[in-house]
């Protein structure tokens, strides 16, 4: 829902390249929503977040191989500006969209009312500057109106302002309440604001179409701080958000608590690449928070679309007794997901998959298939490298592995290393042949597959 309260054709930011810089950071401050708490609470998280309090689990997410696909999918769910061509994104149920769609319309709103504020309230060439006094008001895109006041400087271009919109619509949903806007630096040599905080105290979303049941009360603070160049390449937006939303149908609440994008994209008018980092706490009304941080900054490959990364990270998701989840680019079509659900710093469940097919529940309709990799013949003294990982399963469930020694020459006492991975390893002590036997479990069915390793003397 980006109003566009005040028309301004003569700015740069109306480029195709700059409304793409905006919903890039608006598709990362809603791409992680998912669960979380633990530590602080929702007390003191709600603090930045209006009067609209979280009402649902509190305690630290129980991340476990029955949840760990639907965290993800909870938590990555794309850009709102590439739903249409985003699987993971129009597939999500409501409770899952609604949280990043709700912030993606927000953090939009930082660049549009910003900008129609400043525009409505600029003098004429010429006028003694003065800080004025904004009483505007505008309609919205397809109906309803949105009411500014509050000071404005004309030679700093700074102000504050209060926002209220009444039955404000953009096509999706009609938007009822207030808000505050205050922008604290000014770039005036791009025109532009590089500092705006808007607060949304308790905000009412409906949505036009009754079948897509969206009604929630949003409390929200959105900090946006842009930072150029001199040549403006590269450009970073950073954004920081504590956002509350609970949904009147169904009773769902999710949390943003300081949780930070930057994204740093190649060039300013017309990126087409994007690097983004994020720290932060989310939760979700059933599983409780997560703190999810990158390690390395995420590669996104291209912009317009934006779709998924292709390097980069992983990113990873921590919840109680120190129990994470990981997701790892593979390229931009498939991701790794890997969950350590005893804390202990080892990954024991993995599967790779389309980014597309991250999703909610469990399923049990295929077994998985084992496949422990091909045959191999090594020179006795050398380590055999077991590889695992091009098994996988229909369903898309995390997957165990086990290894074992099926069969050896007579005499020998090689071991295998790390036999609960992917990547196990044995160091055959005897020429002759390794029969290794791999079984892969998906909380339902189980498949075995084998691999021989010749050893020469």
Same mark, same amino acid.
């Given at each position: 829902m980006e109003h566009k309260i005040h028309e301004v054709t003569s700015r740069a930011r109306v480029t195709s390249g700059m409304r793409t810089m905006q919903w890039v950071a608006a598709g990362f401050m809603a791409t992680f929503i998912l669960s979380g708490c633990g530590g602080g609470g929702a007390d003191d998280a709600g603090a930045d977040a209006g009067s609209v309090e979280y009402n649902g689990n509190t305690l630290a997410a129980d991340i476990t191989d029955a949840n760990a696909?639907?965290?993800?999918?909870?938590?990555?769910?794309?850009?709102?500006?590439?739903?249409?061509?985003?699987?993971?994104?129009?597939?999500?149920?409501?409770?899952n969209r609604n949280s990043a769609f709700v912030a993606s319309k927000l953090l939009g709103h930082v660049d549009s009312l910003s900008n129609a504020v400043k525009e409505s309230s600029a003098v004429p060439a010429g006028t003694p500057s003065a800080v004025l006094n904004v009483d505007y008001s505008d309609?919205?895109?397809?109906?309803?109106?949105?009411?500014?006041?509050?000071?404005?400087?004309?030679?700093?271009?700074?102000?504050?302002?209060?926002?209220?919109?009444?039955?404000?619509?953009?096509?999706?949903?009609?938007?009822?309440?207030?808000?505050?806007?205050?922008?604290?630096?000014?770039?005036?040599t791009i025109d532009e604001y590089?500092?705006?905080?808007?607060?949304?105290?308790?905000?009412?979303?409906?949505?036009?179409?009754?079948?897509?049941?969206?009604?929630?009360?949003?409390?929200?603070?959105?900090?946006?701080?842009?930072?150029?160049?001199?040549?403006?390449?590269?450009?970073?937006?950073?954004?920081?958000?504590?956002?509350?939303?609970?949904?009147?149908?169904?009773g769902a609440s999710y949390k943003y608590e300081n949780y930070v994008t930057e994204v740093e994209f190649d060039q300013y008018l017309t990126p087409s690449t994007a690097d983004v980092s994020v720290s932060g706490r989310l939760y979700h009304y059933l599983h409780g928070f997560v703190d999810v941080e990158t390690t390395t900054p995420l590669h996104y490959p291209s912009v317009e679309p934006l779709l998924y990364p292709e390097s980069g990270g992983p990113l990873i998701y921590t919840g109680e007794s120190n129990k994470k989840l990981r997701l790892t680019p593979v390229d931009a079509t498939l991701v790794t997901v890997e969950a350590d659900t005893d804390g202990d710093g080892f990954y024991e469940y993995s599967?790779?998959?389309?980014?597309?097919?991250?999703?909610?529940?469990?399923?049990?309709?295929?077994?998985?298939?084992?496949?422990?990799?091909?045959?191999? $013949?090594? *020179?006795?003294?050398?380590?055999?490298?077991?590889? =695992?990982?091009?098994? !996988? #399963?229909?369903?898309?469930?995390? +997957? &165990?592995?086990?290894? $074992?020694? *099926?069969?050896?020459?007579?005499?020998?006492?090689? =071991?295998?290393?790390? !036999? #609960?991975?992917?990547?196990?390893? +044995? &160091?055959?002590?005897?020429?002759?042949?390794?029969?290794?036997?791999?079984?892969?479990?998906?909380?339902?069915? !189980?498949?075995?597959?084998?691999?021989? +390793? &010749?050893?020469?003397?």
């Open positions: 696909n639907e965290i993800a999918n909870e938590t990555f769910t794309g850009s709102d500006a590439a739903n249409a061509s985003n699987p993971t994104f129009a597939a999500n149920t409501s409770k309609t919205c895109p397809v109906g309803g109106s949105v009411r500014f006041s509050g000071t404005f400087d004309d030679v700093t271009r700074l102000g504050s302002w209060t926002l209220s919109f009444t039955d404000c619509s953009d096509g999706d949903v009609v938007v009822d309440g207030s808000a505050s806007l205050t922008a604290n630096a000014y770039n005036a590089t500092d705006v905080i808007l607060t949304y105290d308790n905000l009412h979303f409906v949505s036009v179409d009754p079948a897509d049941r969206i009604d929630w009360q949003v409390g929200a603070n959105l900090h946006v701080e842009q930072i150029y160049t001199g040549d403006l390449n590269p450009f970073t937006k950073i954004a920081t958000i504590n956002l509350t939303l609970n949904e009147n149908v169904g599967i790779t998959l389309p980014w597309a097919a991250l999703k909610d529940d469990r399923v049990n309709n295929n077994a998985p298939v084992a496949n422990a990799g091909s045959d191999a $013949t090594i *020179a006795l003294g050398e380590t055999a490298q077991l590889n =695992g990982s091009q098994s !996988s #399963d229909a369903d898309y469930n995390l +997957i &165990t592995f086990a290894w $074992t020694v *099926a069969d050896q020459p007579a005499g020998s006492n090689a =071991g295998l290393a790390g !036999s #609960d991975s992917a990547n196990a390893t +044995i &160091t055959p002590d005897m020429a002759g042949d390794y029969t290794l036997e791999l079984l892969v479990y998906d909380g339902w069915f !189980s498949n075995v597959d084998t691999v021989t +390793i &010749t050893v020469t003397p």
